[in-house]
């Protein structure tokens, strides 16, 4: 692992650039420029001073992570009735499409998990951004394209800035030129967020700040994630918020130097699992990776070959009447080699039959079971193992009705209903449902 990396956040009106060290087991700051380019600025310009603050910074070819504005990120908690890894990745795209006026092809997910309780369920937090706001953010980088490690939502490192946060929820604010990142954070958790269109420069900067708190606890508890939070910490500013801010919130307020040390703070977290990187640049990244990791092992393969090669040299005149008997041996069993060959060949070809046809009976037996009120979006068949559908329904007796169905199946076995909710329509109120059911052996 290198042990320099950079951090940047990058705003309408310029950016924030840190050089990060690691040390005693996690990364601080080194030394910073902070650029603010005023109103108007070009996205062409901050790509030319942010080259230049590289510069100054001495950068070599270091790893570039990009602190992500909350207010170009979306932040939302669900919980899902499962614990397996894949079955919360597939779902994640269905809840942003529920969360966001967006089509799923225009935006970026990504996700990490609060916490599993024992009926099962995995609480999640979801982050979404847009595929413009990612895009321009790439276009300003693109000199240094091939150094971006990962895009991370700048309030992951205010929470690890925020050290010692109790499992008890706590608000942490940071107040930038034109707005203030809000968000509510538990331990290392990052519960809930949003940006508030607050100017550092207003006159009543502490009385709109505390109302803008005030909305974000009542729309955190309208989430129904966790115990309400008791404690509000603000980043170190020049102005003196904590008493009105006190007095407005009625909850007692701390100050915290948490600017630069948030941006190093987002390398002490596992970003690697929330990182919004939009998806064809991280394959990009990896496949560039991959490329580099086998050209080191052909080269090494290269020189191990030739080296086995000059050793058989050697040793290969000693051989040589062996071989001409082995040969001679291998002559006379040929004949029943190439008959066992063509037994193989039939068996192979009987058992490819008998998977399609037990693919038809599959299939038939789907259609047969699913009421004609029930409309199938999807239907995904693992050979031998399970069928998951997906669709709508009129409402929810529909979906209970066909489980049943499945229950007295001869093919199936240990149906359930994955997940099932309600979405109205411009007419009326439907049902999405996904039903898994694994094949009898």
């Not at 693992?382 to 929810?396: K, Y």
């Not at 499945?406 to 411009?426: G, L």
Request: glycine share 4%; aromatic share 8%.
């Amino acid at each position: 692992m290198r042990r320099t990396k950079f951090v940047i956040k990058i705003s309408d009106t310029g950016f924030r650039l840190v050089r990060c060290a690691f040390k005693k087991g996690r990364w601080a700051v080194c030394s910073s420029e902070n650029d603010v380019l005023g109103a108007g600025v070009t996205d062409e310009l901050i790509t030319e001073k942010i080259g230049a603050a590289l510069k100054k910074l001495k950068f070599r070819n270091e790893s570039l992570v990009v602190s992500l504005p909350q207010k170009i990120v979306a932040l939302r908690q669900f919980k899902v009735p499962s614990v397996e890894a894949g079955e919360i990745a597939e779902m994640v795209n269905f809840w942003a499409l529920r969360y966001m006026p967006y089509p799923i092809e225009e935006m970026v997910t990504a996700y990490s998990l609060i916490k599993q309780d024992e009926q099962g369920y995995s609480y999640v937090n979801l982050n979404v951004a847009h595929r413009k706001d990612a895009g321009r953010l790439l276009k300003i980088l693109n000199p240094w394209a091939k150094n971006i490690e990962a895009f991370v939502l700048s309030s992951y490192g205010l929470v690890a800035a925020g050290a010692n946060l109790k499992e008890t929820p706590a608000v942490i604010v940071s107040i930038e030129e034109s707005c203030a990142d809000i968000i509510i954070a538990s331990g290392n958790n990052l519960l809930f967020g949003r940006a508030a269109g607050v100017s550092a420069q207003d006159d009543r900067l502490g009385e709109k700040l505390a109302e803008e708190i005030n909305k974000t606890i009542k729309a955190y508890y309208r989430e129904n994630i966790a115990a309400g939070p008791d404690k509000v910490i603000v980043a170190q500013t020049p102005y003196n918020l904590s008493s009105v801010l006190k007095e407005k919130t009625n909850l007692p307020v701390e100050e915290l130097d948490l600017a630069e040390p948030a941006l190093a703070a987002t390398l002490n977290l596992s970003y690697r699992f929330i990182n919004l990187l939009p998806p064809e640049i991280k394959e990009n990244k990896e496949n560039t990776a991959l490329s580099a990791q086998f050209g080191k092992i052909a080269v090494l393969f290269l020189l191990s070959a030739l080296a086995v090669f000059f050793s058989f040299v050697v040793i290969f005149y000693g051989y040589h009447s062996r071989l001409n008997a082995f040969k001679s041996e291998a002559d006379k069993i040929y004949p029943e080699v190439k008959e066992l060959a063509a037994i193989k060949q039939k068996i192979d070809a009987l058992s490819k039959k008998a998977a399609q046809a037990r693919t038809l009976d599959v299939l038939y037996e789907v259609y047969r079971i699913i009421p004609a009120g029930l409309a199938l979006s999807s239907l995904s068949y693992e050979q031998g193992r399970e069928v998951i559908l997906r669709g709508n329904a009129q409402g929810l007796n529909g979906v209970l009705d066909s489980l049943a169905l499945f229950e007295k199946s001869d093919i199936f076995k240990d149906a359930k209903v994955n997940y099932a909710a309600k979405r109205k329509t411009k007419d009326s109120e439907i049902v999405e449902f996904e039903i898994i059911a694994h094949l009898k052996s």
